[in-house]
C-alpha cells in the first residue's frame, strides 16, 4: 500500500483519539458535519468511530484508484487537525 495511505491511517487514528481525549476532558466537537452524523448513532463516540471506518473505507478507495494526490493534500489537513487536538490538550493540561 502507498505510503500516502500509511500515513492517512496513522493522522486518522491520532484525531480520533485526540478527540475523543478532547470530548473527555469537557472541549466540544467543531465540525459541524461530524456533530450532526455522530448525533444520529447511538453515542457520540460511537459516532465518530463510525466516520472513521467510513474514512478509512474512502481512503483505500482513493488509494487504490490512484488518489494520492488527494490523500497528500487531505494528510496535511488531518495533520493539522491534529497538531490543533494536540496543542488544545496541552494547553488545558498546563492552564488547569
Known sequence: MNNQFC???LLQLLDLLTTLWF???GGAE??????VIANLAPSFE???ILIKCW???VGY??????GYQFLMVTNWVFGLIVVWNTI???LD???H
Open 7 to 9: 500515513v492517512f491511517i
Open 23 to 25: 470530548l473527555r476532558h
Open 30 to 35: 467543531g465540525n459541524p458535519i461530524v456533530i
Open 46 to 48: 460511537f459516532g465518530l
Open 55 to 57: 474514512a478509512f473505507a
Open 61 to 66: 478507495w482513493l488509494a487504490k484508484k490512484g
Open 88 to 90: 488544545n490538550i496541552l
Open 93 to 95: 493540561r498546563f492552564l
